[in-house]
Structures are given as C-alpha cells and as structure tokens.
C-alpha cells in the first residue's frame, strides 16, 4: 500500500504551476480526502493509503502533509517529480490506483483550495466529525460509496 507522501508527491508531479491546476497546501489535502474517499468506494473499502484524515476548520487533513508542505501556506506547491517505482524495482502506485488518482484530478483539479474547502464542509465525513478527530474511515467509505451509486 502507498503511502500519503507517494500520493502527494504524484499529485505534485502533474499539477501545472501558474494555472488553475496549481496545488496550495489547502487544496493538496481536499485532493488527499477525495482521492482515498473515491479509491474507497471503488475498491471494496480498501484504503489507498494507511494514515488517518482529521477533520480541521477547514476540511480534512492528513497531518503529516500539513507539516510537510505548510511552509508554502496559502502559496503553490512547487512541481515535484515523481518516480513510480521503489528501491526493489515494484511500483509504489498501482495502474488502478494511479486511475483513481487521476479520474479524481481530472474532477476536482481544476478548483482551488477554498472551493474543495466548501465541498468537503457540506459532506458528512467531515460535518460528523468534531473538530480535531480523526475521520472515521468507514464515514468515508459510507459517504463515497452512496455517492458512486449515483454516478
């Protein structure tokens, strides 16, 4: 399994700098939540990735990235590369995973942070979640599979 930073860092590697398809810290974690929730619900319930969401003020974060990227504040990220590959020679993201990943970029990447922000404040994952807990994951898999039903 993947971990959140290969999924960060992958996202990084196709974002585009400059315009609409730039990645802030804040839109890179709503980009995490809509990547796991969605691998989720297409994957009988399997986690992309192993570590938990917490619902902040301003939507889900994974903490681990916020203290990794939360230098740049509100500002891009810079373009990362990424090598899809670990020191054995095996992937580090599957071709189904690296699907997901991408059908939710194709979707949600061209909004910035404080839209994602708004979406994730009306789904219930985060609205039944205190501030500051970690996100259930089976509320993530509850929401996104509801909504693969309808898509």
Known sequence: MPKVEHVASYLLSISKPGTSWSITPLKLQKLLYYCQG???AYNYGKDL???DMEA???GPVVPEIYRKY???????IPKET???K???GKPLLTNKQLNIINVVWDTYGQYDGKYLEELTHQEEPWINTPRDNIIEKEKLLNFFNRL???V
């Open 38 to 40: 969605w691998h989720m």
């Open 49 to 51: 990735f192993d570590e």
């Open 56 to 58: 902040w003020e301003h």
């Open 70 to 76: 939360k230098h740049h504040r509100y500002l891009t």
């Open 82 to 84: 990424f090598e899809n």
């Open 86 to 88: 670990e020191n054995n």
């Open 148 to 150: 693969a039903r309808n």
